[in-house]
Nanobody, 122 residues
């Protein structure tokens, strides 16, 4: 059973930055697609950024130019650097993994962390 553990959430003012971290097992990080999803209150869980096993990264349009996903294989950790945060970024952020190719469909992801909360005030 893969275990993922997120950290780094918190409360910031609009325009601020946070870096989220997700740690897990080496098998997961070497061969799986890793992604960040988020879920705001009353909304569906949505994909934010992904890092595929071949090194391809993607971010959704709403965070393009502000969020960056990176991976540190030595630490079995992925990061989500979030800059220029907006109140609309307020959500619970989840790390997820799938042995399939990366997608934005949460149903493709079998492994999830417990989430870390991000609150952005105006």
């Amino acid at each position: 059973q893969a275990q993922l553990s997120e950290s780094g959430g918190g409360s910031v003012q609009a325009g601020g930055s946070l870096r989220l971290s997700c740690a897990g097992g080496s098998k997961i990080f070497s061969s799986y697609c890793m992604a960040w999803f988020r879920q705001a209150p009353g909304k569906e869980r949505e994909g934010v950024a992904s890092f595929d096993s071949d090194g391809t990264t993607n971010v959704v349009d709403s965070v393009q130019g502000r969020f960056t996903i990176t991976k540190d294989m030595a630490k079995n950790t992925i990061y989500l650097q979030m800059n220029s945060l907006k109140p609309d970024d307020t959500a619970m952020y989840y790390c997820a993994a799938t042995h399939w190719q990366c997608s934005w469909d949460k149903n493709d992801f079998a492994y999830w962390g417990q989430g870390t909360e991000v609150t952005v005030s105006s």
